[in-house]
């Protein structure tokens, strides 16, 4: 059984940082092979938005365009873990933040890996409020 369990996240003002973290139990790369899996966000009355993914077991990273410079995802071999580093936050990253994973690698080719639909695995959410 595959669980993906949020961590952090919080209050910050605008300009602040914060950190995710995702804790994936029931699937590492050694038993299950490359996994895509990354962080996805919700505001509300919005739909789901693919941030950042990066392939475990692969190392490639994409992050969408309104995030590039400002946040950094990367993986824990050792904890098991895809952390994400959000620097310079605005109040419209106000959103509740999830976790998704998939088996395979990430897919670049017309930004597949945005795609909610491609995820079986998801968190439960952590919520990021940044204040003006």
């Known amino acids: 059984q595959v669980q993906l369990v949020e961590s952090g996240g919080g209050s910050v003002q605008a300009g602040g940082s914060l950190g995710l973290s995702c804790a994936a139990s029931?699937?590492?790369?050694?038993?299950?092979?490359?996994?895509?899996m990354g962080w996805f966000r919700q505001a509300p009355g919005k739909e789901r938005v693919g941030i950042a993914v990066?392939?475990?077991?692969?190392?490639?990273?994409y992050y969408a365009d309104f995030v590039k410079g400002r946040f950094t995802i990367s993986h824990d071999n050792v904890k098991n873990t895809v952390d994400l580093r959000m620097n310079s936050l605005k109040p419209e990253d106000t959103a509740m933040y999830y976790c998704?994973?998939?088996?395979?690698?990430?897919?670049?080719?017309?930004?597949?890996?945005?795609?909610?639909?491609?995820?079986?695995?998801w968190g439960q959410g952590t919520q990021v409020t940044v204040s003006s």
């Open positions: 998704a994973a998939v088996p395979g690698a990430c897919i670049s080719y017309n930004e597949a890996w945005r795609r909610v639909e491609r995820y079986p695995y």
């Open positions: 029931g699937y590492t790369y050694r038993t299950y092979g490359t996994y895509c």
């Open positions: 990066i392939t475990v077991g692969g190392g490639n990273t």
